[in-house]
């Protein structure tokens, strides 16, 4: 048995790190794994270069690295070289780094044991920005100094939300999980292509679905912190393919969950946190709303019915519980009472996959009323560019029971109306034994 197959039975934590340029961090970071408590005999390192040939500036390292380095090539694409150093991987414990992510001495031992007590976890380190702590501390870095953390956790806005949407935290920058695991889902999807960003939280979905939202299996731990080596990016190629990446994301799952990171701009301005709680909120929203009977289409049938028939060629779009009741034929639905299917997503309408004018009418009732400020105007307008006219239902029910159930309703219908013009034009008309139907649509 030669050393290299010796050395590899004695290895319990696979380190992969897809690399695409950047040597100069890469460097620093495999440095920085020469130095860890877990012995150097007990983890292997991974490089996967996608798209570009190893370094030569690395030849001394190769040759002197305690640990068991192995290097690969992979088409170019971040999820082509992760999968590639996923199936090379010996270990059944895998801890995924960037190329940028310098690591502190205990970083493997730590995730090693926590792999120990839950061998399928998935847990999730912190990161912090090198770059903040000035040129001094990237000086004492790149001459083999450690680097001094003095930034107290609580400044991560992922601290405080992780435990109820953990997937949404899901970078595979200190991110460590099951080989099976990651098999059983696919891995990550190569349909990202060399995109940045997005395929980390896709196979973080993935995950979260395969454990049943299980949040459980899930560990969020911000004082296993890596630091990020600063580099040269183009901020805006890079806000292009997040958002492009997202918009994937999005069309892939059609779910309420990732239709709010995967629709606004909050997700760059580092707002997960708001955005976790918001689905939450809303998840508990839709609980109370099918027990009570809230929400439903069915005291609006007859206002909705002779609407619905204008127009035979386009279908219609409505939201609200008991959609049964309607006419299948020419309507999807977001019912949340019922199970979700090709016909009945599971979306709340504010970043939806439907190309414009793909509706006749879209119908809400009563949900849009529950939707909070920034939702609500991104629903508005979404539903009228895939729609050519939106129309909202407001029962006096939820106004006389939603506060009780712990719900918080609209309630002024003549402030909602002045919120969206000039913009909108909003009419409305009662409905016997339902309420006030508003009519909205673009101002001429």
Known sequence: MDDTAHRQEEIALSVVIPSYFNTQCLELVLQSLAHQTMPADKFEVIVVYNGCE?????????????????????????????????????????????????????????????????PRSVVMGGRGELG????????????????????????????????????????????????????AVGMFDVDYDARWGG?????????????????????????????????????????????????????????YEVELIAGLPEVLAGSLADIAERVTDYRRVMAVCGDAGLCSVGPWRAAVDPLRERDPQRPDLVIGYDT????????????????ADADNLHLLGVDVPFAEGTFRSAFSFDFWRLLRMPDLLAFVTTALIVADELYLGASEDMVAR?????????????????LVEPVYQVTSQQVTGAGTLLRVVPAN
Request: hydrophobic residues 35%; aromatic residues 12%; contains cysteine.
């Open 402 to 418: 939603g506060p009780a159930l712990g719900l918080d309703p609209l309630v002024d219908l003549r402030y909602f109306a002045e």
């Open 54 to 118: 190893p370094p030569a500036r690395l030849a001394e390292l190769r040759a002197s690295t305690p640990y068991l380095l192995r290097e690969l090539t992979s088409p170019k694409g971040w999820s082509r070289a992760r999968n590639t150093g996923i199936l090379a991987a010996t270990a059944e414990r895998l801890l995924l780094l960037d190329n940028d992510s310098l690591c502190p001495p205990d970083l493997l031992e730590r995730h090693w044991h926590l792999a120990e007590k839950d």
């Open 324 to 339: 049964d009741q309607l006419d299948r034929r020419r309507l999807v639905t977001f019912d949340y009472g019922r199970d």
């Open 199 to 255: 395929e980390d939280l896709d196979i973080s979905y993935k995950l979260y679905r395969h454990f049943d939202r299980d949040r459980s299996r899930f560990h969020y731990e911000p004082t296993l912190r890596v630091w990020h080596v600063p580099h040269y990016r183009n901020l805006r190629k890079s806000f292009g393919d997040h958002f492009a990446s997202l918009a994937l994301l999005r069309d892939k799952f059609r779910h």
């Open 132 to 183: 903040v702590q000035g040129w001094a501390a990237l000086h004492a870095v790149m001459n083999g100094k450690g680097v001094l953390d003095t930034f107290p956790v609580e400044h991560d806005v992922r601290a405080r939300s992780a435990p109820s949407e953990p997937w949404m935290y899901g970078f595979t920058n200190n991110y460590g999980l099951s080989r099976s695991d990651a098999l």
